[in-house]
Every structure is written in structure tokens, then in C-alpha cells.
Nanobody
Framework: VQLQASGGGLVQAGGSLRLSCAASGRTFRRYAMGWFRQAPGKEREAVAAINWSGGSTYYADSVKGRFTISRDNAKNAVYLQMNSLKPEDTAVYYC??????????????????WGQGTQVTVSS
């Protein structure tokens, strides 16, 4: 599985961005998907996750109510809608896919496929 993340950029605090992750592979619909981020000097952390059908989602406490993860299995894509962005959301965002889990997977160790990352910068 190859993952290609896009949609990052520079935005002012309070603004919105929509990240997209395009996946290759005919079995995409079976994969749990997740978004992670890594800020400078910090460890990579889970942001959001979604199960194979899109019926279950997970969000880190820091983004609940502001971010929404979704997927379109027909398009082999997963999205992260980010609203009310804050400077502390500045990070490189990575999408990840798990071929072992079809349910929710919020731990990095559960994912074996990673995209290249897309930079999100929120100015104050």
C-alpha cells in the first residue's frame, strides 16, 4: 500500500484546512486508517483514526470538536477536516494504514504503512 498525503499549508489561527490521503491497493476498504502528527522537538502523536467502514472514529482530546476524519472507500481516500486551527496544531501530518486491523487503531505500532507527511503551519 502506498499513501500520498496532501492539503497542508499555511493558515491563520481560526482557519481551516482539509488534508487528503490517497491510497493505492484494492483492499483499502479493509484497512483501518489514521492521521498522526509530529511537531518540532516532539514525538509523533495520534490525531484521529477511523475503522474500515467509517462507522467508528477516534480523536485525540486536543482536537475533539475541531477535526473530523472521514473516508471514501470508493475513492481509496481518507480525509481530515481541520477547523478552528490553533498555533499548537502546527506539525507535519502523516496518514497511516493498517492491514492488520479493520477496527479503530489509535497506536502507531498498529500501523505498517505511512505516507510521506504534509506540513501544516498555523500562524497566530
Amino acid at each position: 500500500v502506498q499513501l500520498q498525503a496532501s492539503g497542508g499549508g499555511l493558515v491563520q489561527a481560526g482557519g481551516s484546512l482539509r488534508l487528503s490521503c490517497a491510497a493505492s491497493g484494492r483492499t483499502f476498504r479493509r484497512y483501518a486508517m489514521g492521521w498522526f502528527r509530529q511537531a518540532p522537538g516532539k514525538e509523533r502523536e495520534a490525531v484521529a483514526a477511523i475503522n474500515w467502514s467509517g462507522g467508528s472514529t477516534y480523536y485525540a482530546d486536543s482536537v475533539k470538536g475541531r477535526f473530523t476524519i472521514s473516508r471514501d472507500n470508493a475513492k481509496n481516500a481518507v480525509y481530515l477536516q481541520m477547523n478552528s486551527l490553533k498555533p499548537e496544531d502546527t506539525a507535519v501530518y502523516y496518514c497511516a494504514a493498517s492491514g492488520y486491523y479493520s477496527g479503530l487503531a489509535s497506536a502507531q505500532s498498529q500501523y505498517e504503512y505511512w505516507g510521506q507527511g504534509t506540513q501544516v503551519t498555523v500562524s497566530s
